[in-house]
């Protein structure tokens, strides 16, 4: 099967500009999260969904990141206007269960925003 | 607060050599706990989680919860095992928690 896949892998944009990243989980997860790897620093948890709707976005760093999810498929996670710290590389995974012990987030390639 | 420490940024070792991949954490709860791994110019993908404590590709940890460790061993290293590893806590509703990483290289 497919796994989840994100759109772009790179992306260099100038500060103030304005980004938006895709993600497309494998088909069937109603949950989709998403990751963030600032340099030199831990991966952070930015929101969950569970279908369309937000579960948890306890992670988002502040109202410059908007994300959605219409229709409970892909997702998008969009920077407005883009700072220098928001620099790094953004991951989408997706899981089938919401609580279980054979629950597992597949984790997509990333993409790495570069912001100057 | 929920945290996830390993403490060493690099571990390098030969070939053959025992691995041990440190990996604190601390929770108030009852934790779920994942080591996940990205092989170069991979995705990051499961290894394997305390709960099914079974052994992935020669690796254990064993959840120790008066230590509050979980620590991912390895006998005898091979140089496919050269990998970024991550220690992760899971909390709430499937968010994790994630250490800052610990690089694995193991020399022929």
């Known amino acids: 099967e497919a796994g989840v896949t994100q759109f772009p892998s790179h992306s260099v944009i100038e500060k103030g500009q304005t980004v938006t990243l895709r993600c497309d989980p494998i088909?069937?997860?109603?949950?989709l999260y998403w990751y963030r790897r600032v340099m030199g620093k831990e991966i952070k948890f930015l929101l969950h969904f569970v279908k369309e709707s937000k579960q948890d976005e306890s992670g988002m760093p502040n109202n410059r990141f908007l994300a959605e999810r219409t229709g409970g498929t892909y997702s998008t996670l969009k920077v407005q206007p883009a700072e220098l710290e928001d620099s790094g590389v953004y991951f989408c995974?997706?899981?089938?269960?919401?609580?279980?012990?054979?629950?597992?987030?597949?984790f997509g390639p990333g993409t790495r925003l570069t912001v100057l | 607060a929920q945290r996830v420490t390993q403490p060493e940024k690099l571990l390098s070792v030969f070939k053959g050599a025992p691995v041990e991949l440190k990996c604190n954490y601390s929770y108030s709860g009852s934790p779920e706990l994942f080591w996940y791994v990205q092989y170069s110019r991979q995705r990051l993908q499961l290894l394997l989680r305390?709960?099914s404590r079974e052994s992935i590709k020669g690796f254990t940890a064993d959840l120790n919860k008066g230590e509050t460790s979980f620590h991912l061993k390895k006998p005898f290293a091979q140089e496919e095992d050269s990998a970024m590893y991550y220690c992760a806590l899971r909390r709430g509703y499937n968010k994790l928690i994630f250490g800052a990483g610990t690089r694995l290289a193991v020399h022929p």
């Open positions: 995974a997706s899981s089938q269960v919401l609580v279980g012990p054979t629950d597992t987030q597949y």
């Open positions: 305390h709960i």
């Open positions: 088909s069937g997860h109603d949950n």
